[in-house]
């Protein structure tokens, strides 16, 4: 596809449970964003990637949040012993260079009872 | 913690009329953006404002950025139900877009 893919949609897990979020940016977009909106909020930055490397980890909220891009293209949030408060939409998104325009995709929703 | 506060947090008004939003900060910002997002899907990029003072026009929607840049106003004339939506604005602080501080938006619903 011609946008930022995410997958999956939708994730129901039990609290303590580890979880994958997957993010397929636009391709030739060398800058990788993750982001997590909350219920009523606006989108939180938690990582940024410029090709394989984390420019900015600073959002993350604690260790057991990581993610991964290991061939400069497709990148993996992973959250480990997850919180119900880990619940909120993740929202990926690419640009074409440092400080260009941002794309989001359409978030994968993540819901820990 | 910079903080951007938008204002109002919600608003319904009929098509036809015009509203302002309203995006404060006790912040400096190096440019700012505001992004219009429907259920279900990501923030679409509307339109980045980068000098103290700077009005850009999109169709019916008026942006403006502070002489200070450390607010901004968004206005639309007219709006129709295709403007519903919530509108978020988000400031850059590192001479990019590589971090944004958003607002937690306005819910705008247009009545037809």
């Known amino acids: 596809g011609a946008g930022v893919s995410q997958t999956p949609s939708n994730k129901v897990t039990e609290k303590g449970k580890y979880v994958e979020l997957r993010c397929d940016p636009i391709s030739g977009h060398t800058a990788l964003y993750w982001y997590r909106q909350s219920l009523g909020q606006g989108p939180e930055f938690l990582i940024y990637?410029?090709?394989?490397?984390?420019?900015?980890d600073s959002g993350l909220p604690n260790d057991r949040f990581f993610a991964v891009r290991p061939e400069g293209s497709v990148s993996t949030l992973k959250i480990q012993r997850t919180e119900r408060g880990d619940s909120a939409v993740y929202l990926c998104?690419?640009?074409?260079?440092?400080?260009?325009?941002?794309?989001f995709g359409e978030g994968s929703r993540l819901t820990v009872l | 913690t910079q903080l951007l506060e938008q204002s109002p947090q919600f608003l319904s008004i009929q098509e036809g009329e015009n509203l302002t939003v309203y995006c404060n900060s006790s912040?400096?910002?190096?440019?700012l953006q505001w992004y219009r997002q429907e259920p279900g899907e990501g923030p679409v990029l509307l339109v980045t404002v980068v000098t103290g003072g700077e009005v850009k026009k999109l169709k019916r929607l008026t942006f403006q950025f502070g002489d200070a840049r450390k607010d901004s106003s968004l206005h639309i004339t007219a709006a129709q139900p295709g403007d519903t939506g919530l509108y978020l604005c988000?400031?850059?602080?590192?001479?990019?877009?590589?971090?944004?501080?958003f607002g937690k938006g306005m819910k705008l619903t247009v009545n037809p």
């Open positions: 988000a400031g850059a602080t590192q001479g990019g877009s590589e971090k944004l501080v």
């Open positions: 912040s400096v910002f190096s440019s």
């Open positions: 998104a690419s640009s074409l260079l440092r400080s260009g325009e941002l794309f």
């Open positions: 990637f410029q090709g394989t490397g984390a420019a900015d």
